[in-house]
């Protein structure tokens, strides 16, 4: 399986300190992606690292893969309340399986 | 632009019962997914249609789900019988991805939450 595995299972913080979350898959991919969700609604896109890139930066973002280790890491920078969601990696195979999502990483974001 | 819709929001329904969920998808997306969330689970794939066309029907529970995407559009997904592990929240996401490939991004819709009484 090339499932994603989020870690830690529950991240709790205070406002503007940072967040890291990690997540491990276990074959060849295309490309990871990061997705949150806030309680009861649907899942939105944060970003899309592709296997051949190391770090990519969007906002309060940063990513980082490490194919060799079959690792990522969401880093979310000066954190707000607003920030308090589930937060869930998916990856796509090297020729094209579909997503496969991790079971997530909680995170609350204290005000 | 307008989002992936998704209807009805909520339903509840006994074990045994049918139910049926609809998804219109981001217009020009080639591309549809029907996903199921047991809470405290990350989405597991059910089906994805390209066009109107099954690309991976893996993991449907054939013997109790069906999925059609009629001309390339909106999708139904049904249920029937209905059994109580299939509460969940049923995602349809949406994406431009051409060739049955599911490389870019997925767009998701607000989903519908289903109990099973």
């Known amino acids: 399986s090339q499932q994603g595995e989020e870690d830690p299972q529950a991240l709790s913080i205070q406002e503007g300190e940072n967040a890291t979350m990690n997540c491990s898959y276990k074959t060849s991919i295309n490309n990871l992606q990061w997705y949150r969700q806030n309680s009861g609604r649907g899942l939105v896109h944060l970003i899309l690292?592709?296997?051949?890139?190391r770090e990519k930066h969007s906002g309060r973002l940063r990513v980082t893969l490490d194919t060799s280790k079959k690792s990522s890491s969401l880093l979310i920078t000066a954190s707000r309340a607003a920030d308090t969601a589930s937060y869930f990696c998916?990856?796509?195979?090297?020729?094209?399986?579909?997503?496969?999502f991790g079971p997530g990483t909680r995170l609350s974001v204290l005000p | 632009e307008a989002g992936v819709a998704q209807s009805p929001r909520y339903k509840i329904i006994e074990k045994r019962q049918s139910v049926a969920f609809w998804c219109n998808p981001i217009?020009?997306?080639?591309?549809l997914y029907w996903y199921q969330q047991i809470l405290g689970q990350g989405p597991k794939l059910l089906i994805q249609?390209?066009?109107?066309?099954?690309?991976?029907d893996s993991q449907l529970p054939k013997d109790r789900f069906s999925a059609e995407r009629l001309k390339g559009v909106d999708s139904t997904l049904k249920i029937q019988p209905a059994k109580l592990e299939d509460s969940a929240v049923y995602l349809c996401a949406s994406s431009l991805a051409a060739g049955g490939i599911s490389y870019n991004e997925q767009f998701f819709g607000p989903g519908t939450r289903l109990t099973v009484l």
């Open positions: 998916a990856t796509v195979g090297a020729y094209g399986q579909n997503f496969v």
């Open positions: 217009s020009g997306h080639a591309t």
């Open positions: 249609f390209q066009n109107n066309g099954v690309v991976d």
């Open positions: 690292i592709r296997s051949n890139e």
